[in-house]
Nanobody, 115 residues
Framework: QVRLVESGGGLVQPGGSLRLSCADTESFLSRNAMGWYRQAPGKERELVARITRYGGTDYADSVKGRFTISRDNAKNTIYLQMNSLKPEDTAVYFC?????????WGQGSQVTVSS
């Protein structure tokens, strides 16, 4: 059974940094893509960053230049380095993997940016 294990959320001041991690039980070679979405209270879930099997990346306009998605193939783990965090980045961040017949979601990690 596929299981995604997330870590790294927390509370940070504006301008600070956090790194999220998401470990997959299977190799990236079996995935079309992996990445993160986020959902703030009262808002729809939105794409934050995504990396394909071949290494291509996509970012939401609101995080370009501040967030970086990367992966460690040997550990089947992806990372989201978040710099220059803003209060509007506050949300639950969900790791996800795209497989042939759908999307698998992690349990979510709370990120709160507040002074």
């Amino acid at each position: 059974q596929v299981r995604l294990v997330e870590s790294g959320g927390g509370l940070v001041q504006p301008g600070g940094s956090l790194r999220l991690s998401c470990a997959d039980t299977e190799s990236f070679l079996s995935r079309n893509a992996m990445g993160w979405y986020r959902q703030a209270p009262g808002k729809e879930r939105e794409l934050v960053a995504r990396i394909t099997r071949y290494g291509g990346t996509d970012y939401a306009d609101s995080v370009k230049g501040r967030f970086t998605i990367s992966r460690d193939n040997a550990k089947n783990t992806i990372y989201l380095q978040m710099n220059s965090l803003k209060p509007e980045d506050t949300a639950v961040y969900f790791c996800m993997v795209e497989v042939v017949d759908g999307t698998i979601w992690g349990q979510g990690s709370q990120v709160t940016v507040s002074s």
